[in-house]
């Protein structure tokens, strides 16, 4: 007997809702209005004869139902993209799509892609960056992996706990923060010479890593440099750590940036690491690929590269006692 199965478009936009908890969200990721989202969950609730969701003010709950789905839907969905990958012929050429945090990709990869290209003119890479590369504890962002699972990723480079079910996911490097500046402020009437002495200076906030439970914040470092001294509290918030960054290197203040991700601009004297106080993160670097994908030619040669790039950079880190303090 045939099964009687609803369209695969609405388990598709379920999956979506579900995940990102959201009808806007879910119409933005799919590239369809949030009234066409919402059309496809009526008709797919209408043929399965239950309610998948409660509407509430600002978010949408899963019902037991709907929770019930979810792991088998998802892992469906899994199953049709690895379906497709497999009858793909492989190659060692053609075009590699990835997609990575936007510190990592302006202060780290972008200074080493001449290498790899170099090495393999033959694979065309195509680079993105999305803040969703960033896991978030509290769903509003990061562990949305639909991109790799659709397949409309080869690779991801995630910030995170590196724990993605169905996924391979190996470590590239662990992080700390460190307190950096601008050279000029370890001079002038009030220099940096001890902690107690930002007091007087802008303390820059990144709110990039939207977790605070995994993104350390002045408050941790000062309680790890033992001074009690100063308001952690004050000074402007960046949602963007790379304009947290410009701002430090302009001279506005101090910001905490994460280690080793500065080798390139402690190098070059745009910024100076005053103290030698780090904070550990709960996060770190992750490649994050499809299964399927990992077993790809070109997938396989530029996570190869990633993984001894980030060999480098550790090295060099210690090299320069990653601190260039003074």
């Known amino acids: 007997m045939a099964r009687s199965l609803p369209p695969l478009l609405s388990l598709r936009v379920f999956e979506s809702c579900a995940r990102l908890r959201s009808f806007k969200r ?24 239950v309610a998948l969701f409660r509407r509430l003010t600002r978010q949408i709950e899963l019902t037991p139902s709907a929770e019930l789905m979810l792991p088998k839907i998802r892992e469906g969905l899994d ?36 290498d790899f290209s170099e090495r393999h003119p033959e694979i065309q890479l195509r680079v993105g960056t999305n803040l969703s590369t960033i896991d978030s504890h509290d769903g509003s962002a990061g562990e949305d992996l639909s991109a790799l699972r659709e397949g409309r990723v080869d690779l991801e480079v995630r910030f995170g706990s590196g724990e993605y079910e169905g996924m391979d996911s190996s470590l590239m490097f662990e ?62 918030h960046f949602s963007n750590s790379s304009l947290a960054l410009e701002a430090a290197m302009d001279g506005m203040g101090v910001a905490l940036a994460l280690r080793p991700l500065l080798t390139h601009d402690i190098a070059a004297g745009r910024l100076v690491v005053p103290f030698d106080v780090a904070v550990p993160s709960g996060y770190a670097y992750h490649v994050v690929t499809t299964t399927t994908a990992s077993e790809r030619t070109i997938v396989r040669r530029f996570k190869e590269w990633l993984l001894e790039e980030s060999r480098r950079l550790l090295k060099r880190a210690d090299e320069l006692g990653q601190s260039g303090t003074a």
Request: net charge negative; proline share 7%; with cysteine.
């Open 26 to 49: 879910a119409a933005e990721e799919l590239h369809v209005t949030p009234a066409a989202v919402s059309h496809q969950i009526k008709a797919l609730e209408e043929h399965l004869g």
């Open 79 to 114: 199953c049709f993209v690895a379906a497709v990958d497999a009858v793909r012929p492989d190659s060692d050429s053609g075009t590699l799509t990835i997609c990575l945090p936007p510190s990592l990709a302006s202060r780290w990869l972008i200074h080493r892609l001449q």
């Open 175 to 236: 992080v700390s923060y460190l307190a950096v500046c601008a050279p000029g402020l370890l001079k002038g009437k009030r220099p940096l010479r001890h902690p107690r002495d930002l007091s007087y200076h802008t303390l820059i906030h990144d709110d990039t890593v939207r977790d605070r439970s995994e993104r350390p914040n002045w408050a941790d470092w000062l309680a790890a440099a033992c001074e009690t001294g100063v308001d952690a509290s004050r000074g402007p």
